[in-house]
T-cell receptor, first 110, second 111 residues
Framework: GDKVKQSPSALSLQEGTNSALRCNFSIAATTVQWFLQNPRGSLINLFYLVPGTKENGRLKSAFDSKESYSTLHIRDAQLEDSGTYFCAAVPNTGYQNFYFGKGTSLTVIP | EAAVTQSPRNKVAVTGGKVTLSCNQTNNHNNMYWYRQDTGHGLRLIHYSYGAGSTEKGDIPDGYKASRPSQENFSLILELATPSQTSVYFC??????????FGPGTRLLVL
């Protein structure tokens, strides 16, 4: 089964509203990374997390390793936030291989 | 920020032909990775490397070889390309305990 499950798979947001994306892990993850794949296909780094939280502008992410999940909060959504959001987890096996979720496709509507 | 480049950016190959995808990074990262991205699967790890001369199998290595001749370069080799290998391929680099940086991707079509 999938080691990293993202929800929801797709989401439409009105411009200016808030939402949260979630990743659940069936592996014991040590670190989590969040990416945005923009409509041109480029993968943009958003956050790299050990257990805890980070904030950058309108984005905030949290990683709870004990409960095996991570969240990405988007505040005051803008049109340029549209794209596909991926989370990736590094397991505690000692190897640096990342397991990706299947992504959340976000559309921000004017 | 690390600079990761890939070549070619687009490739059309014939079934049974050999394809080499190249990746170069200029930030002296030890680890490099090759992923493929397909609709409904997200990104899946094919091969990775911890440094020059090392290659390791990822989750879906069948049909692919990798080569890491130097710190900067990591190649993905399809000895006998098949239509099922049509995909978008991403290279990434990073160090242990740090973020990964991705290249722009290569679109491969195998006819």
């Amino acid at each position: 089964g999938d080691k990293v499950k993202q929800s929801p798979s797709a989401l439409s947001l009105q411009e200016g509203t808030n939402s949260a994306l979630r990743c659940n892990f069936s592996i014991a993850a040590t670190t989590v990374q969040w990416f945005l794949q923009n409509p041109r296909g480029s993968l943009i780094n958003l956050f790299y997390l050990v257990p805890g939280t980070k904030e950058n502008g309108r984005l905030k992410s949290a990683f709870d390793s004990k409960e095996s999940y991570s969240t990405l909060h988007i505040r005051d959504a803008q049109l340029e936030d549209s794209g596909t959001y991926f989370c990736a987890a590094v397991p505690n096996t000692g190897y640096q291989n990342f397991y990706f979720g299947k992504g959340t496709s976000l559309t921000v509507i004017p | 920020e690390a600079a990761v480049t890939q070549s070619p950016r687009n490739k059309v190959a014939v079934t049974g032909g050999k394809v080499t995808l190249s990746c170069n990074q200029t930030n002296n990262h030890n680890n490099m990775y090759w992923y493929r991205q397909d609709t409904g699967h997200g990104l899946r790890l094919i091969h990775y490397s911890y440094g020059a001369g090392s290659t390791e199998k990822g989750d879906i290595p069948d049909g692919y070889k990798a080569s890491r001749p130097s710190q900067e370069n990591f190649s993905l080799i399809l000895e006998l390309a098949t239509p099922s290998q049509t995909s978008v391929y991403f290279c990434a680099s990073g160090d242990a305990g740090d973020t990964q940086y991705f290249g722009p991707g290569t679109r491969l079509l195998v006819l």
